[in-house]
């Protein structure tokens, strides 16, 4: 695959997305600078590596809500997978399974809760946006529960959201918004169907 850091990983993801949604991803609000802010931030964050303290397999192994899962390392709530990805969530939760770590789904997933939840096998949490309906929310949490996801996350920082650089134009907008769409009618369809019990 030739590539061993993760700015590699993003040039090959690059290659295979169209322009409108490698920017989608990659890009953030106004002058951008919380991602520069983000990424310096982790920059600054050194590993010490211990060194003459013996040999063997480092445990990185950690506990959290009931589950173990094999390192601190959790996949952050991110929206529309399916436009990436014909398996959209589903995948995303197959890797999860597959590293032994926690999946957060987002509320704006292109694929169902219990679709996820399944596919990880138990190792999703999902990811709310605080709705001013309160029975939209209790939907969610009810499907969340009965799926068998162990957390939510809830996400308070987006009352508003900030202007993206438009840069890729009118498509990606159209894009996002009928993908939107599509993932609120998937969810509320199977809202009905849960409620209805069919
Ligand atoms: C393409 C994209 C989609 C995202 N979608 C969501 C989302 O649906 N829900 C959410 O809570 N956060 C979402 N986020 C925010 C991420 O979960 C994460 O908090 C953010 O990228 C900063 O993380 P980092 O600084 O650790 O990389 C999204 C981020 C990106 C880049």
């Given at each position: 695959m030739g590539w061993?850091?993760?700015r590699d990983l993003?040039?090959?993801a690059t290659k295979l997305l169209t322009p409108t949604?490698?920017?989608?991803i990659a890009g953030g609000s106004d002058d951008e600078v919380t991602v520069k802010e983000n990424e310096a931030a982790y920059s600054r964050i050194s590993l010490v590596p211990r060194v003459l303290c013996?040999?063997?397999d480092p445990d990185l192994t950690i506990d959290l809500f009931g589950q173990r899962i094999s390192m601190p390392v959790l996949i952050a709530?991110?929206?529309f997978h399916r436009l990436v990805h014909d398996q959209g969530e589903t995948a995303t939760a197959r890797a999860a399974l597959a590293t032994d770590t926690i999946m957060i789904m987002s509320m704006a997933s292109?694929?169902?809760i219990e679709k996820v939840a399944a596919a990880s096998e138990g190792r999703t949490w999902l990811q709310l946006y605080l709705q001013p309906d309160l029975s939209v929310m209790e939907s969610f949490v009810r499907r969340a529960e009965d799926s068998g996801c162990k957390a939510l996350v809830i996400t308070v920082d987006s009352p508003v959201f900030g202007s993206v650089n438009v840069m890729f134009a009118m498509d990606s907008l159209i894009c996002l918004l009928v993908s939107f769409v599509r993932t609120f009618a998937c969810?509320?369809?199977e809202n009905r169907r849960v409620e209805s019990g069919v």
């Open positions: 061993i850091g993760l993003e040039a090959e949604i490698a920017d989608y013996g040999a063997g709530p991110t929206a292109t694929e169902t969810h509320q369809m």
